[in-house]
């Protein structure tokens, strides 16, 4: 019963290892998505990237491109980007079109696009409007209005 008590130790232990191996893999953090990528262009009048390169083969779909992107457009728990649509171009690309919402509220010209061909998300691009501070409350009553 020693023995078996031992290996079942051994076995535990080696499948803790592995797990929490594999949990910490899969689970990046901020700093490893923001390294993922390259910003080589900002908008003139913002610290926003307007256009990203993504440099890490782990970027491999448009999922995970977009936890690239919320790292490096450095999204708070308000901001949503939701897919709009996708479309395919004669050169193979997939573009994938999102539209920014704050707090579920439309944010008018915030949308940005992840470009990816052959199953490989290459880059993105588009206006993010940073820094809100409104009110997503409505002034008026649905009986007022």
């Given at each position: 019963?020693?023995?078996?008590s ?58 995970t ?16 980007l ?64």
């Open positions: 019963m020693n023995g078996y031992t290996t079942l130790r051994a076995v535990f232990v080696v499948a803790l290892f592995f797990f929490s191996s594999v949990y910490a893999q899969t689970i990046p953090s901020q700093a490893d998505l923001r390294s993922a990528c390259k910003v080589t262009l900002y908008s003139k009048n913002k610290q926003v990237p307007v256009f990203i390169k993504f440099t890490d083969e782990r970027v491999s779909t448009p999922s491109a977009l936890a690239v992107l919320s790292a490096s457009l450095e999204m708070s728990v308000d901001d949503q939701v897919l709009l649509r996708s479309e395919k171009d004669n050169l193979g690309f997939i573009h994938y079109r999102y539209q920014q919402y704050f707090r579920n509220v439309k944010v008018e010209s915030g949308q940005y696009i992840v470009h990816e061909k052959n199953g490989i998300a290459v880059s993105a691009n588009g206006n993010w409007v940073d820094h809100i501070s409104i009110s997503t409350t409505p002034s008026l009553s649905e009986k007022t209005a």
